[in-house]
């Protein structure tokens, strides 16, 4: 993936000129400096430390150089992207290392524990979060970034239990390809699918858009091995439910590197379906629509994927740079919802028909497979339209949130208000909102914004804080969590205190200084920052 | 409930003469002697802590009395109730308090931090694995029973998403009672389920036999308050999921009254079904009738109850003292499997169709919806025959495990092997297995044992942890989980090394130590006891 925008060179698409010119007026949007190849903060790293590092891994496996930093220093989120676009020198990791097992993860702990370096894990690099940025703190003399991309093995595939262990390091379409072999699938389709990686999904609680169907990937990993400085662990290793005591495994998963560094994970694999079935559905309201789809799952009703568009977003197609907008014309009735089935022939055809049944006693009006084979195909493809957004001039981002279905209308007005309140003081933003994860008790809101970018990339970054922040806010106020399945990074850390509260923080704390007692593992990140201690930018 | 037998006086029964002589004969089995009202170890409360506790919750609300000690000595495990019958002095804890509020009990808490008092939380006292046993540190001058019974409220009610705010306190049937009036239901139905408390269900993580359809209590649950001596906490308050860091409801959920004391959940409920559907099927051999309800859990068919009994099992009616043994001759062919389908019309017509056709297509034959209707209207019964059997002189106790799909059949065997090369060294002894909760990736096994007891009370108890022992053991060595539903309890300390490994309980003990300093909470009990620090009994 390019450092500076999401996918590779192939897939970036400029807008058309008509739509450059509707976004011009209707975002009064204009076409900003695009910086290239801003330089590195100079590499920290001693001789000492390369030799050594160098040692345990190989000296192929150990880099300083600019290249190999540049990856490494930033994630995807739309204030990552804008800073390699301010043009000023970027923070970036002192030295990035490639082990490849455990042991060698063990060594290189031990190491900067002793010498006092920072260590950021690297998966896929796809934190949209500031999950990636190389914080340290004050007493840290340097900063590696640990790379997992030697765990690629797929190991113990067990088609009868359905349970394969997967390197941390695998992406997405690397994990499908070699499951493939054994006629067998994950189903873990979040947006990042193409970059991300296995590692990364467990570490973040990240979501797939088959949920409904496969569950959250929290909820499809039954072991992970991890390393700490303290040893390797691998919390989870009863399979599949078990009494004996708190699970360790949900401490791991979504700890964001703070405690150990994930290398492998056992999770739950499905037979690639037979079948797969489509259709859409157009709903009068958007109200009317989350009534229907909170029906679906509380029947049981089981969809592989339950999705479903406000207005707004119904009538903007977003996954294709030549198409955005033009619905406009075609002017797309009502919100639009979106379901998918799969298994066995007799599962998908009968939770099918079950489901379809449900959302037209709803109100739901059928709108044919197009529409879901349409969103289907360009499922991957909206992250690659920020940047051509972003070239255009436009300020682009998403953020997300999730609460109990009561509790929607309400949640979704809060942040729609907050976002509207910063971003349209001096013209119209486009503020969309779909759900896009389904469950018994509530769903997930997802929130896109498109909105004009200032003239300078400073003064545009700090609007889009002050609306994330005034979002969020909004969020904490009104029954929704601060993250459904970005995770926290550093974009998250002011509200931790608040989701989980200070005696939960201060347990957080605790499992770390266990772990972790030299404070290496991400430092002046995520919660520990809670704690009065806060990490400064290389 | 009797404080020494399995439910009230009314519900037991005694086993028929022919049966009595069947037991005899196969077992070899005498009636041994059954105590009454064995002592207490004397109080060791002191009139201070009585006034301190009464000034907080109410003089009537204290109690050394040995009438409210002794239903909270020891909990209903098949050597808690030996120890009845061994007709010498039994500890108990020195003091019975009932606080009815999360302030009442912090400062209960508080005191008994500074005092040096041993706290062990009480619910619906049915623990069968040495839960409820009053372990105290060697530094404890007394132990303190804090009563739940007093948190039974329903509160916040919100039948749209499904959540109800339910007190600990608040017994299984009291429970649906109260949410029955709302035409909800939580549909969590352990074996306890008459006796046991939600706080209960929470801290043990309890799975009820509609676990297919409604999940395990740890899947019902969205959000606790927990009461610790640093104060109070409420974890999982970011309802339907969320991404924001490691799960701390996960981490309260098993952890048995050691992090603090569980006082209310927010769980799941759903409506009343509208109906009900049943049906039982016969299968050639055990490993058929798994092979089946793993296509069925695999398909995702979805019913609500999937149980499946092995061929001895089968052949031996356990739910009614009258029957036990007598199906014998009637020789029921073969492993016999259990459904029930629940929810709307259609959702309960059509899983029932999905998963006979996948439980028919691997070699299931239908006999009909009486066994499965008959299951369901003794499905409580089972620990009542407990009594009646040691009343008759037979050992009968259960223990159970789960593992993945492909490694049951090696499970099975190992722990049958294990429990008959103790229990069959002088006579025969039933052994008898089913599979009461299924998953896509595996299933558990639940061993139901009747043997010969020996004449004295002690060699009973010996025989039976020898037994247990070796059961437990060849968990740990063949792929099995220490517990799949019973939790940790005193009984199973010896291996939770070996389940979690010793940086799990070194994190466990971390958390604790930062709850709870003085080490007040169940102290010689499950983890802590594994990290060099032993209780002992009063």
Redesign the interface.
Known sequence: MSYNKWGTDDEAKEISPSIQKMLGKVLGVTRPQIATEPPLVASRATAEDVQFFSRIVGEDFVSTDDAHRRPRARGKSYLDLLEWREGKEVSAPDVAVSPASEEEILEILEYCSEQQIAVVPFGGGTSVVGGVSPLKAENHRAVVSVDLSRFTDVEDV?T????ATLGAGLLGPHAEMKLAEYGMQLGHFPQSFPYASIGGFAA????GQNSA?YG?F?DMV?EMTVV?P??????GK???????????????????GL?GIITRVRV?I??IPEVKRYEAFSFPSFNDGVNAL?AVE?????PAVLRLSDEIESSVNLTSTDKIGENDEEEVKGCLAITMFE??E??AQ??H??TR?VLLAHGGTSVGEEPARQWEKGRFGAPVLRDSLMDAGALCETLET??????VPRLKRAVGKALASVLTEESTALIMCHVS?V??????LYFTIVAGASDSVEETAQKWKAAKSAATEAMTLNG?????????GTD?LPW?NE???E??I???Q??K???DPAGILNPGK??SALNGFRGTLL
Chains 1, 2 share one sequence.
């Open positions: 067990d009868t239990s359905g349970l973040t609680r990240s979501s169907g959250r929290d039954r700490t303290k040893g390797i662990i691998r919390p009863a399979s599949p439910a078990t009494a004996a005591g708190p699970s360790l495994k949900q401490l791991f998963m979504g700890s964001e405690f739950h499905h037979p909170r509380q029947s049981g009703a089981g298994g066995t007799e599962h009968r939770t028909e079950e049944n999730a609460t109990d279905w009561a509790n994860h469950y018994a008790t509530g769903c997930s929704g969590t601060v993250t459904h399945h970005h995770a926290v998250h931790m989701e989980i509260g005696l939960g201060n347990i957080l605790a499992v200084n266990e772990l995520t919660f």
